[in-house]
T-cell receptor, first 109, second 114 residues
Framework: RKEVEQDPGPFNVPEGATVAFNCTYS??????FFWYRQDCRKEPKLLMS???SGNEDGRFTAQLNRASQYISLLIRDSKLSDSATYLC??????????FGDGTTLTVKP | ETGVTQTPRHLVMGMTNKKSLKCEQH?????MYWYKQSAKKPLELMFV???????ENNSVPSRFSPECPNSSHLFLHLHTLQPEDSALYLC?????????????FGSGTRLTVV
């Protein structure tokens, strides 16, 4: 089993749609969690950290469920510019980061 | 300059060549990383440096040799590579190698081994 597993995707949604991605992790010692976005042939960029109480940044909401060992990312009112690959990243207490395979989102007009 | 800068952006090298990738960060971070991203695969951690000291070597073949002369600069020396080493090599930095910080990535070097 992979340490970090993401929804395989791809997700193809119309503009304005709400879309959610899930990510599960196997290491119960994981301490910090992040979502990155990566555009085609570009580097990953930090989108948001994921906090225990859940957090929101504009149209983006991240949630963490420690008991079930998953994190989620919700995007509301999708824009064309949201099209990208979204990477789930899980850090252990020792600072080791494990990246998921990524979920590709395409928002269509 | 700000952020994390990588050079060159693209590199084509033969299997007998020796080349180096360079990374520079202007963020005052203490930790720097090399990652490899191959097509259809997740990012693979190669090396971690904290305050110029290597703290992790993730079972990387010896044909990849990192060097960190100071906390702002990181190199990856390449020699006798194989075609399967063709990938995007990404440098990243973070305030510390601790668990609470996200990374800032450079634009990467797209390496092709012929």
């Amino acid at each position: 089993r992979k340490e970090v597993e993401q929804d395989p995707g791809p997700f193809n949604v119309p503009e304005g749609a709400t879309v959610a991605f899930n990510c599960t992790y196997s290491n119960s010692a994981s301490q910090s969690f992040f979502w990155y976005r990566q555009d085609c042939r570009k580097e990953p960029k930090l989108l948001m950290s994921v906090y225990s109480s859940g957090n929101e940044d504009g149209r983006f909401t991240a949630q963490l469920n420690r008991a079930s060992q998953y994190i989620s990312l919700l995007i509301r009112d999708s824009k064309l510019s949201d099209s990208a690959t979204y990477l789930c990243v899980v850090n252990t207490n020792a600072g080791k980061s494990t990246f998921g395979d990524g979920t590709t989102l395409t928002v269509k007009p | 300059e700000t952020g994390v800068t990588q050079t060159p952006r693209h590199l084509v090298m033969g299997m007998t060549n020796k080349k180096s990738l360079k990374c520079e960060q202007h963020l005052g971070h203490n930790a720097m990383y090399w990652y490899k991203q191959s097509a259809k695969k997740p990012l693979e951690l190669m090396f971690v440096y904290s305050l110029e000291e290597r703290v992790e070597n993730n079972s990387v073949p010896s044909r990849f040799s990192p060097e960190c002369p100071n906390s702002s600069h990181l190199f990856l020396h390449l020699h006798t590579l194989q075609p399967e080493d063709s990938a995007l090599y990404l440098c990243a930095s973070s305030p510390t190698p601790g668990q609470g910080y996200g990374y800032t990535f450079g634009s990467g070097t797209r390496l092709t081994v012929v």
